[in-house]
């Protein structure tokens, strides 16, 4: 099932925005490569409710998010290339997400945890829990 971003809203998910960038990100359009900033993902159990990461242009945005303790965050590729979220201290590694996919992370524990992209260690970010 797809569902616009508009639906997301009306769900109630808690997302965090960049520049605004999530803005143009979905569709319901099936998941493919990403043209002129459109993209679009299955909507899981586990996407509801979490704070947004958006990957694209090679970055993640925002770069850092703050959450409480037992709240998700949910990666979403939205680039022409694929990716991945990586924790530098070994907490979670998604797998390589093509262009169109999502991955979720719950965060039990307060901390800083920050992360990388697999292929492109460019690419940092940080969840920042309390």
């Known amino acids: 099932m797809r569902i616009p971003w508009r639906a997301l809203l009306a769900l109630g998910a808690s997302i965090a925005l960049a520049g605004g960038a999530l803005a143009g990100c979905f569709s319901e359009r099936e998941a493919t490569a990403p ?3 459109v993209c679009s993902f299955p909507i899981t159990e586990g996407v ?13 945005g925002p770069g850092d998010v703050r959450i409480r303790a037992g709240e998700r965050v949910t990666w979403i590729n939205c680039d022409t290339d694929t990716h991945t979220s990586t924790s530098d201290g070994g907490v979670w590694a998604s797998p390589i997400l093509i262009p169109g996919e999502a991955f979720t992370q719950a965060f039990p524990t307060v901390g800083e945890f920050p992360y990388h992209c697999e ?12």
Do not use: K, N, W
């Open 35 to 37: 043209a002129e900033g």
């Open 119 to 130: 292929p492109h260690p460019f690419m940092i970010g940080r969840v920042i829990v309390d």
């Open 48 to 60: 509801p409710g979490s704070t947004i990461v958006v990957i694209q242009d090679f970055a993640f």
